[in-house]
């Protein structure tokens, strides 16, 4: 079994900062890319960043230059660092990983979190 685990949320003022992250825990051989999504109350889920096993990145034009994507592949972490935050950034935040969970299996499975509020408001 494979389980992601976000935390980092949290209620914070407007131009403040939140650093997400999402341990990845179980079965797994290798994670290959991971992204942050966000769902907001009667909106569409979103992806906000991307990372890659090399690290090459990705972001939503929303929060490019605010928000910042990273991984720690021997803590098998990923986290978002989350600058000026404004109230338009209010949602659920999911973090997902597409994970190989065996050496000679070469499937990728993808995996989601739980989700973690982030609440952008005076």
């Known amino acids: 079994q494979v389980q992601l685990v976000e935390s980092g949320g949290g209620l914070v003022q407007p131009g403040g900062s939140l650093t997400l992250s999402c341990a990845a825990s179980?079965?797994?051989?290798?994670?290959?890319?991971m992204g942050w999504y966000r769902q907001a109350p009667g909106k569409q889920c979103e992806m906000v960043a991307g990372?890659?096993?090399?690290?090459?990145?990705d972001y939503l034009n929303s929060v490019k230059g605010r928000f910042t994507i990273s991984r720690d592949n021997a803590k098998k972490t990923m986290y978002l660092r989350m600058n000026s935050l404004n109230p338009e950034d209010t949602a659920v935040y999911y973090c997902?990983?597409?994970?190989?969970?065996?050496?000679?299996?070469?499937?990728?499975?993808?995996?989601w979190g739980q989700g973690t509020q982030v609440t952008v408001s005076s």
């Open positions: 179980g079965t797994i051989f290798s994670i290959d890319t």
């Open positions: 997902r990983a597409s994970i190989r969970i065996a050496r000679d299996d070469l499937r990728q499975y993808d995996y």
């Open positions: 990372i890659t096993s090399g690290n090459n990145t």
